[in-house]
């Protein structure tokens, strides 16, 4: 254990000054508690969002070795589609139906793109997805109009008192940030679930260990993919749900998916709760840094401030990619030589 | 051969026709023919680069070849893939290990059962009914092959974490549980030390007794072939130069020159 964190102390402090720097505005009484807890929920439930994007990320990339660039456009689509759709009928209708929207979508990739890439380098497929990315931006708008649309869970969005006597001023929750984590929960329980127990999840997993021993044992390459990609659109209708519902649906929800990039070079691209994990932290770490450290950086050397939430967590995945590249939970690959 | 062996011989289960296979302008195959029985033990030998992988590569539906036919079952054999000629029966081992690693033995193994898995994915999740008797049921399965290879105690292990000798037996085991009626063996005994072989040998000679599976086995020690095979084929570069039994082989002069050379 001693070597293990002496051999990676660059991790350590890394990880280290993390977790000192969220502590710290508690700890030194900068903040008041109550604030303090506010800031942290409000960075956990972007961070929700994140993780639900990146979550889609990984998964695809675990089956097919693909980085789907789509991933936020994928985001979009499908929040366009329940929102427009919802104005002429119910909302669980109009989920379902994007579901259907999502599983088509997912076939026509498998048909149309990827089938025809197999074994082409991971550049090639990267480029692939990330045109996929603009065609879908632009098609969405086409089919479903270019305004900013609200979807209506019917949640009360009054924010309630929470805590009230253990600390001063006590905590103000949304009712529907709440609820919406705890379906962000649910719907990764589910997935561990489908990925651990069943058969097909079981296959699922093969194909992403091995695709040749995979087929030669009868699983289908291109069912396995239609299956992955179907469950990362179903994510990201989930994620587009929350966001609409909390944001609206505009064309900068695909902009913001982006984040879910260094999610998962924090997380690991291989890691289903490193994808959680990683959104967290950056969800809150950003921020923190935008509330805490940017007041500390105006004072101390005169600058406008403002605008640190933005760049954040790409400089946290950038010195992430520097002292551990896999990521906190990724697979580590030695090369052979 | 032993006699009770070639007693116990079939119906021809495939059939290999004048099979041509190029990559480009290298000839990999060329006009290969040969035979296997049901229940026989079949071996392909052949130095370096004689074409023994692209064979079977092209048995087990990776290649398409360019010319010839191939008839598994009776059934003249169109274009395939992998994972369909795993669906007729077709199941194969690799020669550098391709174990899905980070999943435990029993997982592993569980694999080669879902081809044969019927219920639907909700009720498999779920752990109901009709899913729950039917993972039990393919479980059983597993177990038998796991007592059969000799590795309960490792049953939960990750294969990653398991010994070489080990995780061929995995490999075979994973091949065995798709019930294949013809068994694909690629090199199962490579970079095995000696103990490891004799266990090896074992287990392919008992998976063609009690299970009574068809074997096309390639290797490189020539013992470990003449003992457990009742025919052999012999290629070089790409040509079939020989094919009987391992005493019709073992003094064949064609395999004699390709194997120690011929003056010029």
């Not at chain 1, 520097?322 to 697979?331: S, T």
């Not at chain 2, 639907?120 to 993972?135: C, D, N, S």
Request: glycine share 10%.
């Amino acid at each position: 254990m001693g070597t293990y964190l002496l051999k990676n102390w660059a991790v350590v402090a890394l990880i280290a000054a993390l977790v000192i720097g969220m502590v710290l505005p508690l700890a030194t009484g900068i903040s008041a508690p109550g604030f303090y807890f506010e800031v942290m929920l409000g960075g956990l439930m972007s961070g929700v969002l994140y993780s639900l994007v990146a979550l889609g990320l990984v998964l695809i990339f675990k089956a097919s070795g693909v980085f789907n660039f789509a991933q936020g456009a994928m985001v979009l689509f499908a929040a366009l589609a329940v929102a427009r759709m919802s104005e002429v009928m119910p909302l669980p209708v109009a989920f379902i139906l994007a579901i259907g929207v999502m599983a088509i979508f997912a076939w026509l990739i498998e048909r149309l793109v990827l089938r025809h890439l197999v074994n082409q380098d991971a550049v090639v497929l990267l480029m692939a997805t990330l045109g996929v990315s603009f065609f879908l931006d632009g098609f969405g708008q086409t089919v479903w109009g270019s305004d900013i649309y609200q979807i209506d869970t019917g949640l009360p969005k009054t924010p309630v008192l929470v805590a009230e006597n253990i600390f001063q001023g006590g905590i103000l929750i949304n009712t529907e940030d709440l609820v919406a984590a705890a379906v962000a929960a649910l719907l990764v329980i589910a997935l561990a679930i489908f990925f651990q127990k069943t058969p097909t999840g079981r296959a699922l997993r093969a194909v992403a260990d091995d695709h040749q021993a995979a087929q030669s044992i009868g699983i289908p390459l291109n069912h396995i993919w239609v299956i992955v990609w179907t469950v990362a659109g179903f994510v990201a209708l989930v994620a587009g749900v929350i966001w609409g519902s909390k944001l609206g649906v505009q064309f900068s929800v695909s902009l913001v998916a982006l984040k879910a990039l260094p999610v998962v070079i924090l997380g690991g691209f291989t890691s289903v709760p490193g994808a959680i994990i990683g959104g967290l932290i950056i969800g809150v770490g950003e921020k923190f840094a935008e509330v805490f450290l940017g007041p500390v950086l105006v004072r101390q050397f005169d600058l406008a401030g403002g605008g640190i939430e933005n760049w954040f967590a790409y400089m946290l995945a950038l010195l992430f990619l520097l002292v551990r590249p896999e990521g906190l939970f990724g697979e580590k690959h030695i090369d052979r030589v | 051969m032993s006699r009770a062996r070639a007693a116990n011989r079939g119906n021809v289960l495939l059939n290999v026709e004048d099979v041509s296979l190029a990559f480009g302008g290298v000839k990999a195959l060329q006009q290969v023919s040969f035979d296997v029985f049901e229940h026989e033990i079949r071996a392909i030998i052949g130095p370096n680069g004689a074409g023994k992988s692209s064979m079977l590569n092209v048995i087990n539906g990776v290649y398409t070849p360019q010319h010839g036919r191939i008839t598994f079952l009776g059934k003249v054999r169109e274009n395939m893939d992998t994972h369909e000629a795993a669906a007729d029966g077709i199941a194969r081992t690799f020669q550098s290990l391709a174990l899905f690693k980070g999943m435990s033995v029993l997982d592993n193994i569980m694999t080669g059962r879902n081809l044969r898995m019927k219920t639907g994915v909700l009720l498999q999740a779920l752990h109901l009914g009709p899913g729950k008797a039917e993972e039990l049921r393919h479980r059983e399965h597993v177990e038998h092959i796991i007592d059969f290879l000799e590795i309960q105690a490792h049953r939960k292990t990750p294969v990653g974490r398991l010994p070489y000798g080990l995780q061929k037996r995995v490999d075979l085991g994973r091949a065995l549980a798709t019930e294949p009626k013809l068994l694909l063996l690629d090199e199962p005994m490579a970079g095995m030390n000696l103990e490891e072989k004799e266990d090896m040998c074992r287990f392919v000679l008992d998976v063609n007794e009690e299970f009574g599976t068809t074997i096309v086995l390639i290797e490189h020690d020539m013992g470990v072939v003449m003992d457990i095979s009742d025919r052999v084929v012999v290629l070089d570069y790409g040509k079939k130069i020989s094919d009987g039994s391992p005493d019709q082989v073992r003094n064949s002069q064609n395999v004699i020159d390709a194997y120690l050379g011929v003056a010029h």
